[in-house]
T-cell receptor, first 113, second 114 residues
Framework: DAKTTQPNSMESNEEEPVHLPCNHSTISGTDYIHWYRQLPSQGPEYVIHGLTSNVNNRMASLAIAEDRKSSTLILHRATLRDAAVYYC??????????????FGTGTRLKVLA | GAGVSQSPSNKVTEKGKDVELRCDPISGHTALYWYRQSLGQGLEFLIYFQGNSAPDKSGLPSDRFSAERTGGSVSTLTIQRTQQEDSAVYLCATNLQRTDGELFFGEGSRLTVL
């Protein structure tokens, strides 16, 4: 199974952009890159996903390297509510038509007021 | 309800007892995943259902763990003869299995084995 590697923790100042990196050097051509975040005592929530092109939504942007071996989640203006553990995930497809979501270790983001 | 519902939210049990954890998916979601999250750790994949069948059981840690899904809806994760190392939050996630594949998670069931 393809794996992802993320820094254990990062800090950011409030109102500043945050760039959260993820390495996935063994990604295969059909694997989607997903990002989820987990607030304390809650289940993870979806943030964004992509395959090859960069993606933007109301929560964040996802920048995917040309070789797809790494990606970066960008929070444009961090707020205190963005403090969470961010997971970079590969959604792997199998020939049986099934899918598997492979979680990495996550990055704990601390936002400083 | 509108989201994925898990019960119980908290369960304290004695070592050796059996426990059942339940997951009610969002209506119409055909894919269902169980994960385990130990304290301070990431999510560990346990089992995946497509409809009522489980094509991937590779994550179940031992034969004490089993899961079933009926009517393509509710799923039950059963842990027999619980051990202290089974203490964790058990998370259920579901989706429509479309190309975009966004997962919707429940709040989890926190299991404590004394």
């Amino acid at each position: 199974d393809a794996k992802t590697t993320q820094p254990n923790s990062m800090e950011s100042n409030e109102e500043e952009p945050v760039h959260l990196p993820c390495n996935h050097s063994t990604i295969s051509g059909t694997d989607y890159i997903h990002w989820y975040r987990q607030l304390p005592s809650q289940g993870p929530e979806y943030v964004i996903h992509g395959l090859t092109s960069n993606v933007n939504n109301r929560m964040a942007s996802l920048a995917i390297a040309e070789d797809r071996k790494s990606s970066t989640l960008i929070l444009h203006r961090a707020t205190l509510r963005d403090a969470a553990v961010y997971y970079c995930i590969l959604r792997a497809a199998f020939t049986s038509g099934t899918y598997k979501y492979i979680f990495g270790t996550g990055t704990r983001l601390k936002v400083l007021a | 309800g509108a989201g994925v519902s898990q019960s119980p939210s908290n369960k304290v049990t004695e070592k050796g007892k059996d426990v059942e954890l339940r997951c009610d998916p969002i209506s119409g979601h055909t894919a269902l995943y169980w994960y385990r999250q130990s304290l301070g750790q990431g999510l560990e994949f346990l089992i995946y259902f497509q409809g009522n069948s489980a094509p991937d059981k590779s994550g179940l840690p031992s034969d004490r763990f089993s899961a079933e899904r009926t009517g393509g809806s509710v799923s039950t994760l059963t842990i027999q003869r619980t051990q202290q190392e089974d203490s964790a939050v058990y998370l259920c996630a579901t989706n429509l299995q479309r190309t975009d594949g966004e997962l919707f998670f429940g709040e989890g069931s926190r299991l404590t084995v004394l």
